[in-house]
């Protein structure tokens, strides 16, 4: 599976870590070292870094100046982080066409965009909800991923490979974000996934296409569009 593949981190120099210090906790061992060095992109590394600050809040109370100073620190990381790596070349489909090299290189940011959208999502529970669906709908999908992932519908690709892109993206995000319906930071998004659900529905007389219009009724219903979802899966007789 695509996203499988996202996760797995490029051998490549990784960006500067960032260096948290953990508030004592007596008697308490940690599962980290009291200082550690956090990869941000790195998604183990952060689903470590938010196991252990929600730990940590078992034992120091979210006032406590340290622990503050803990998530202030996260928060920043965050955000920087999403500054740096967001953003994809908006590189036009026929640049692409005539160069393998700017396609690996796309194809390499856009997988650290995947993996950053899982990393903001560990911090759902810790850091406040507004913010990290800000971070992750607002500035890494809508804000740096959408000429990708149109581009991969509208340059020529094959159109399973637009829906695993969608995939990829809603397999990254929190479940809760979207449960009461696409976030207005990621309208664009939603619209796009819809307009694949629009071409999918066109090519109903395509048997071939049901095992994909079977995904992409998946990732509807994952979006908070049960109505679009719904429509797509009986257009084609498939069960999601």
């Known amino acids: 599976m695509l996203h499988a593949w996202l996760l797995a981190s490029p051998r490549t ?15 308490h061992p940690q599962p980290l070292s009291r200082r550690s060095c956090w990869d941000v992109t790195d998604v183990h590394h952060t689903r470590a870094v938010a196991a252990l600050a929600s730990e940590l809040l078992v034992y120091v109370p979210a006032e406590e100046e ?34 393998t090299t700017a396609t690996r290189v796309l194809f390499r940011r856009f997988r650290l965009a995947v993996r950053l959208l899982h990393c903001v999502s560990a911090f759902e529970g810790l850091l406040s909800r507004s913010l990290l669906v800000g971070l992750a709908l607002g500035r890494v999908v809508a804000g740096g991923m959408m000429p990708y992932l149109r581009a991969a519908s509208e340059g020529g690709q094959a159109l399973s490979y637009a829906v695993a892109t969608v995939e990829a993206v809603v397999g990254a995000l929190h479940p809760e974000w979207c449960a009461g319906g696409m976030p207005a930071e990621g309208a664009v998004f939603g619209e796009h996934v819809a307009s694949l659900g629009r071409v999918l529905e066109q090519q109903r007389g395509d048997a071939g296409n049901a095992q994909l219009a079977a995904r992409l009724a998946r990732v509807l219903a994952r979006i908070g569009d049960a109505e679009r979802s719904g429509r797509l899966a009986a257009a084609f007789g498939v069960k999601t």
């Open 13 to 27: 120099r990784r960006p500067p870590c960032t260096c948290l210090t953990t508030p004592d906790i007596p008697s």
């Open 66 to 99: 340290r622990m503050v100073e803990l998530l202030s620190v996260v928060r920043g990381s965050l955000e920087r982080a999403v500054d740096e790596a967001a953003a994809l070349p908006p590189w036009p489909p026929a640049v692409l066409a005539c160069s």
